[in-house]
């Protein structure tokens, strides 16, 4: 029996890339401390100066802006964790704004310090997902420290308009920090093009190992050490350096800069085969996030199929070898409708609805095919057995 595995949810990760599983291999033996001082600490540290040099090239940075870490996760947290330590110092700006559709790592943030009576407050975004610039306008103060927005969402594939934003921002005085997770490698992402003082991103993203990313910090902001310990990275962050994973990201980056505009055409290309296919095929369906090359991510494709339940849809595309998402991943295991598209203003059983298909470099024309075949029986199934619909 023929066995056909489709991924297409690379904006949950990604498989590595086989220039990344190289640069793995090649890497194994350093086994040094990179924070060491002997040949075979210097070794591990030219390989990790080289992979702060290619993610500081990808991103228009100088190679002292940029910190290795665990990934988005930790740099989202950081930034979070610095302003309220600035605030805590007394800091005159006590105020801090982010999207209402940022991912979690920085939404739960937010709550957290909300819970401990910081002002932190979320902007909205418009139907397709992405940040009203007039609330944003209406929002701002001399009292904002810090405003976060993500390049590009996980769930809609928004690109948010992270320049406009900070030149509002700028106008006030505000730092401005830019999840860029999602963004990396498929769309270009320049730190002074975007105009933004701090950036986060995940390796695994982008065909890179997982559990490793950076935090972008432009020279003279503030900056705190967001792991104690001992003197990697200026007393940042301490812990002994994974040479091996910063390697693969170092690859990763330099992989990302060089395929970023033929990729961005190529994933644009499947997408839009894909939704022309599901348009044709499917009746009643809705397509959130937005059809504009300039203002959605080019692999991602988020539907609503009213009367069939999203997770569903998931298990039955799964049962046919085709991996998807409902909503985010994270927000996988329970059964609320998504926050970020029920912030687009989507009904509640649409949200429920909703499949997020993101397609990657390793997608190919079969690969849409083959879901065009395999998903129009099933959404009618699931619809013709549910109580639902009338
Ligand atoms: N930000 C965004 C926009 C993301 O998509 C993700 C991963 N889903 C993260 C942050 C967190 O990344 P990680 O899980 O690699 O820490």
Not at 11 to 40: C, F, P, W
Not at 45 to 58: K, N
Not at 257 to 272: A, H
Not at 371 to 379: G, R
Request: proline fraction near 4%.
């Amino acid at each position: 029996m023929e066995s056909r595995i489709v991924y297409m949810d690379n904006n949950a990760t990604t498989r590595m890339a086989d220039e990344v599983k190289q640069i793995l291999k090649e890497t194994e033996d350093l086994y040094g401390n990179g924070s060491s001082m002997h040949s075979l600490g210097r070794n591990a540290r030219e390989a990790i100066e080289w992979a702060r040099g290619e993610v500081a090239v990808l991103l228009g940075a100088k190679p002292d802006e940029i910190f290795f870490n665990s990934g988005a996760t930790e740099g989202n947290n950081t930034v979070f964790n610095t302003f309220r330590d600035l605030i805590d110092e007394g800091g005159k700006r006590n105020r801090i704004l982010l999207s209402s559709v940022e991912h979690p790592a920085s939404i739960e943030s937010a709550k957290y310090m909300i819970g401990k009576g910081y002002k932190v407050e979320t902007v909205p975004v418009d139907s397709s997902g992405r940040l009203d610039l007039d609330a944003l306008e209406k929002m701002m103060g001399d009292d904002v420290a810090l405003l976060s927005v993500m390049v590009g969402n996980n769930e809609s594939g928004a690109i948010e308009p992270v320049k406009e934003a900070s030149a509002i921002a700028r106008r006030y005085g505000s730092y401005v920090h830019a999840d860029a997770t999602q963004a990396i490698g498929k769309i270009p992402v320049d730190v002074n093009d975007l105009d933004v003082d701090y950036l986060t991103l995940s390796a695994h993203k982008f065909y890179g190992p997982k559990g490793v990313g950076a935090i972008y910090i432009r020279t003279g902001v503030p900056r705190m050490p967001f792991l104690h310990g001992g003197h990697q990275e200026e007393g940042l962050r301490a812990g002994t350096y994974n040479t091996q994973a910063i390697a693969g990201l170092g690859k990763a980056a330099e992989l990302a800069r060089k395929s970023v505009d033929d990729e961005r055409k190529y994933l644009w290309g499947l997408r839009t085969m894909l939704k022309e296919g599901i348009a044709e095929s499917i009746p009643d369906v809705v397509f959130n996030g937005s059809d504009e090359y300039e203002k959605e991510l080019p692999g991602t494709l988020n539907v609503s199929f009213p009367g069939a339940e999203g997770e569903s849809i998931l298990l039955y595309l799964d049962l046919e070898g085709i991996e998807v998402s409902t909503g985010s991943a994270c927000a996988s295991g329970s059964l609320e409708p998504s926050y970020v598209l029920l912030a687009s203003g989507l009904d509640v059983e649409l949200a429920h609805g909703s499949i997020r298909f993101s397609l990657g470099r390793y997608n190919d024309e079969d690969d849409v095919k083959y879901v065009l075949e395999k998903l129009p029986p099933i959404i009618s199934r699931i619809r013709a057995m549910s109580t639902r619909r009338i």
